[in-house]
């Protein structure tokens, strides 16, 4: 599976920025996309997930109310609008992906991820 993100950039406090990700490659009949962010010297964080239907959304505490995820199937791409951005959003963003069947048993998604893309909000 391979992923590529776009849309990073510096932006001021309260702005918005929206990533995106292309997906291709996948295996898996069904699957869940998403995204983490890892800030300078800090742990991977999950941000958000959907599983591939876009029934389902799920959101990190920290981003929830703030961001928002969708997924278009048609164009194999997930986006991440995040809005009154903070400064300790400022991380690298990685999109990530996984079979469905790993958000359902164990509630991530987060088992192959691209190369990131860079958010810095100032």
């Known amino acids: 599976v391979q992923l590529v993100e776009s849309g990073g950039g510096s932006v001021q406090e309260g702005e918005s920025r929206r990533l995106s990700c292309a997906v291709s490659g996948y295996a898996w009949d069904r699957y869940c996309v998403g995204w983490v962010r890892q800030a300078p010297g800090k742990e991977v964080e999950w941000v958000s997930s959907i599983d591939d239907t876009s029934t389902r959304t799920y959101y990190a505490d920290s981003v929830k109310g703030r961001f928002t995820i969708s997924l278009d199937s048609a164009k194999n791409t997930v986006y991440l609008q995040m809005n009154s951005l903070k400064s300790e959003d400022t991380a690298l963003y990685y999109c990530?992906?996984?079979?469905?069947?790993?958000?359902?048993?164990?509630?991530?998604?987060?088992?192959?991820w691209g190369q990131g893309t860079q958010v810095t909000v100032s």
């Open positions: 990530a992906t996984d079979p469905i069947g790993v958000l359902v048993v164990a509630g991530t998604c987060f088992g192959h």
